[in-house]
């Protein structure tokens, strides 16, 4: 009486296993050539996962929940918010993008931007301050994040590879 | 989202102010107490920071040996991971490096250990010993770690910093496996599933045969499972649905044709989107409206637009206001434009559902199809006519975690032999450990991968064996509902506002929590609002939609969120005095601190936040006492809010909410 089924074991054994290989990585270690086992503790596993992935992986939400609607989903200094800025301040958003401007721009600068906000850099006081709403290690971990777009905007490879000269907080 | 701002720093500064907290009369020792304070200091140390940056160091330091009796904790890994709470080790290879997130913060190790929620053996000498896996098979690193939150954190769904372990409590509860399985002890909710009963009246049948063949067809967010029947017992079990019929039929009387044009425009002007997604684009939380008009007939349409709860009771809709002219509009659109041109649909007129003659008589296709009904338990999750109790069929899961690897039948799997693993795969593919079809009693869902991970991660946090004491364990509200006066909460209920808004936490996150929005809002702002809702935020995609509430329903209501959602805390601050001075000095800390960035005054300004100028003039929303609290710390009312927080004391506070609230008056200075 119990109606057959199409799907017998060994398929759903091969439609796990193609699944999980398109998906159980983490984005940052994509492209990396590593082959991982269909596992739950593949999946779960934070080897692999380097100190930058991490870093970079909470630079990631952090930006996107704080930062993007001014300075853009890519850091193009082009977030929905920006036209509103620049009409109000006569400051545009700063561009991520540059990279050679963004090398002019040393970490310890950064920092006191991010955290004291641009009055404190002499910059706009549009950009406010997030010392207190952000914790040193997110500070941190967001300007890691922000040095990585300028590096993905400029060699245009596959973005946030970490390939970046590590920020240092509090230098 | 998962930014809560509930400020370290507070923690932090609480207990540097008043020692006793954290004192001798809660710590196993002296020695813990000072070792504590010092922990927990980072963060106030930040604000030191500022200043000398060399003062920090000291305070991220931690001993070798963590020891902390209520918890039995006696963890040496510190030995080798130093510096857990310095960010300057952040990029440092292990052992080395710090801990990532805002966890620690929260959830000092000098109170909390390592082992507790990393699992491994604390008091281990050796790496390979100290890094054992747990019971479930896996080493708790990484979003595994995720799965002990659950020891403490026993029923909450949102919680902070574990965004696995909550997207995996979301799935869950929104799949119902508690229709089948027991989990967390508690009695089962209503079934999420509609109402069965009248369906026969109300769907399509050859919708309903596609449905139950695949409904992630008819809607990417369908929640029902497939079952993987075969087509002519898809056909008995519609066959079978169809007989569930309302004594009489919906009537068609009194409702004009319809005019679809218009229909549509009421569409948008309703925000049916704000919940609604139509083909994908809207909201998530209940059904695609995309294709709806080859779903329902316009007989029950129109009914239930026009008597919602009547016709509906379970359903999370509001009662609108409509006309029946608007009605027959809007129900003209669904039926032109949001179609599935795929299929024909059946005439319900001539009683015949057009399904292919899989059976030699109607009488044995109801009765295979009711057969299958009752084995499916599909009364497990839609209440149905003469409708049964719970008959969980499914294994418990509220101690999964205590379920030994060598009880499990494997099939002919495999996979590594640890729990963990048995779930996960279970979950992804449930008829992988199946040794022939008809043994699988568990539906589909097709979780992703990634989802199957997260459903895995809470089902292991299910443990009954709980170690932490009581003063560790955290509950949430759960299901409760609001208990509220008469007529409030008559047309708290008509109009569903815990549909979209929750109550201290009891409701839904689709807009803010209204707990203290007594507090927060005049009343007679309120009142206004209610009548004539506008876009506060508008980086926001959904809105409150329009209910054209009368005169008395909108006097009800303002004057119940009034009296019974507000904050006694922030009343208590009362309606501050402006001092002279106040607006002047306000407007410097408005421009010197960036707020025209995400706020608009006049033309200028930022979308972020609500504009202080269109809708309605900041005096008339706020009472100042809200004002001056929010500015002073909006992350203490509002968690995830994106406002910065800029840290005014009192007196800048209270000068920032005089300047606001002169604004209508001050517009064309400060717009300068």
Redesign the interface.
């Known amino acids: 009486?119990?109606?057959?089924?199409?799907?017998?074991?060994w398929i759903?054994?091969w439609?796990?296993t193609a699944?999980?290989g398109g998906?159980?990585k983490a984005p940052d270690a994509a492209g990396q050539g590593a082959k991982p086992a269909p596992?739950?503790?593949a999946?779960?596993?934070?080897?692999g996962?380097?100190?930058?992935d991490?870093?970079l992986a909470?630079g990631r939400?952090?930006y996107g929940?704080?930062c993007s609607?001014?300075h853009g989903d890519t850091g193009g200094g082009d977030g929905?918010?920006a036209y509103?800025?620049s009409?109000?301040?006569g400051v545009t958003p700063r561009s991520f993008a540059d990279r050679a401007q963004m090398a002019s721009f040393k970490d310890a600068e950064a920092l006191m931007a991010i955290?004291?906000?641009?009055?404190a850099v002499g910059k706009?006081?549009?950009?406010?301050?997030?010392?207190?709403?952000l914790?040193?290690?997110?500070v941190?971990?967001v300007l890691q994040y922000v040095r990585s777009l300028a590096a993905s905007q400029d060699t245009n490879t596959d973005s946030a590879s970490g390939q970046v000269a590590?920020a240092?907080?509090?230098? | 989202m998962r930014f809560s701002r509930k400020c370290p720093a507070d923690n932090a500064a609480a207990v540097v102010r008043r020692p006793s907290v954290a004192g001798p009369g809660r710590r196993p020792s002296m020695r813990a107490a000072t070792v504590l304070l010092l922990a927990l200091s980072p963060a106030s140390a930040w604000r030191a920071d500022a200043e000398s940056p060399a003062s920090r160091g000291a305070a991220t330091t931690l001993p070798p040996l963590l020891e902390n009796d209520t918890l039995g904790v006696r963890d040496r890994c510190t030995s080798c991971h130093a510096y857990l709470l310095d960010p300057e080790h952040r990029l440092d290879p292990q052992p080395r490096t710090s801990h990532p997130g805002r966890l620690l913060d929260t959830h000092p190790p000098i109170r909390f250990g390592c082992t507790p929620c990393h699992g491994g053996v604390g008091e281990a000498t050796t790496t390979r010993e100290a890094h054992a896996p747990s019971g479930c098979g896996v080493r708790l690193a990484g979003d595994a770690a995720e799965i002990s939150c659950g020891k403490c954190h026993l029923n909450e769904l949102t919680i902070e910093g574990a965004p696995h372990l909550s997207h995996g409590r979301a799935l869950i509860r929104n799949a119902q496996c508690d229709g089948c399985h027991e989990i967390g002890g508690s009695p089962p909710r209503d079934r999420l599933g509609p109402s069965l009963t009248g369906i026969g009246d109300r769907v399509d049948p050859v919708w309903l045969f596609r449905w139950l063949k695949n409904p992630r067809d008819y809607a990417s967010n369908a929640r029902m499972p497939r079952f993987e029947l075969e087509d002519k017992y898809i056909d008995a079990l519609v066959g079978y649905l169809m007989t569930f019929r309302l004594g009489t039929a919906f009537d068609e009387t009194g409702f004009p044709a319809g005019d679809p044009t218009l229909g549509g425009n009421l569409l948008r002007t309703s925000f049916c989107i704000s919940c609604h997604a139509i083909n994908d684009k809207g909201g998530t939380g209940v059904i695609d409206l995309g294709r709806v008009g080859s779903k329902l007939h316009r007989p029950y349409l129109l009914h239930l637009l026009a008597a919602t709860h009547e016709v509906d009771p379970g359903t999370a809709m509001p009662q609108y206001r409509f006309t029946s002219s608007q009605i027959a509009d809007v129900v003209a659109y669904l039926r032109k434009e949001l179609t599935d041109p795929s299929f024909e649909s059946a005439d319900p007129a001539s009683g015949s559902d057009k399904l292919g003659t899989y059976w030699p008589a109607e009488s044995k296709r109801v009765d295979v199809g009711r057969r299958l009904f009752k084995e499916l338990r599909c009364g497990n999750c839609h209440v149905f006519p003469g409708g049964e109790g719970w008959i969980r069929i499914g294994p418990v899961l509220s101690k999964l975690a205590e379920k030994k690897a060598a009880d499990i039948s494997w099939g002919t799997t495999t996979f590594p032999r640890t729990l963990a693993e048995f779930v996960w795969h279970k979950v992804g593919s449930p008829g992988v450990y199946a040794s022939a079809p008809h043994q699988l009693k568990m539906p589909i869902y097709d979780f992703t991968p990634e989802e199957a991970k997260d459903v895995t991660i809470a089902l292991l946090a299910q443990s009954e064996a709980r170690t932490p004491p009581d003063e560790f364990l955290v509950r949430s509200h759960g299901d409760e509902s609001l208990s509220l006066p008469a007529d409030f909460g008559r047309l708290v209920q008509r109009y569903r506002c815990t549909s979209c808004h929750a109550v201290n936490g009891i409701g839904r996150n689709i807009s803010c929590d209204l707990g203290a929005e007594g507090s927060r809002a005049r009343r007679e702002w309120i009142y206004k609002y209610l009548k004539q809702p506008y876009t506060i935020r508008p980086m926001l995609t959904a809105r409150m939609p329009i209910f054209n509430l009368t005169d008395e329903e909108a006097g009800i209501l303002a004057d119940g969120i009034t009296k019974y959602w507000n904050d006694p805390q922030i009343d208590a601050l009362g309606d501050f005095p402006v001092r002279p001075s106040d607006p002047e000095t306000g407007r410097k800390i408005f421009e010197g601190s960036g707020c025209l960035g995400c706020h608009q005054i006049g033309a200028k300004g930022g979308y972020v936040g609500p504009s202080f100028t269109s809708g309605s003039p900041v005096v008339e929303r706020f009472r100042s006492g809200w004002l001056v609290r929010w500015l002073e710390n909006a992350h203490a009312l509002k968690p995830d809010v994106l406002e910065p927080r800029f840290g005014f004391t009192r007196d800048q506070a209270q000068a920032l909410a005089a300047y606001l609230m002169a604004l209508p008056q001050n517009e064309r200075v400060s717009s300068r």
């Open positions: 009486m119990r109606p057959a089924r199409r799907v017998r074991t759903s054994w439609a796990i699944l999980v998906c159980s596992s739950f503790s999946a779960v596993s934070a080897q996962r380097s100190p930058i991490l870093s909470t939400d952090v929940h704080f609607v001014c929905f918010n509103n800025v009409e109000a301040f955290r004291d906000g641009g009055p706009s006081a549009a950009m406010p301050a997030w010392g207190r709403t914790t040193p290690l997110e941190a971990d590590p240092t907080p509090g230098r």
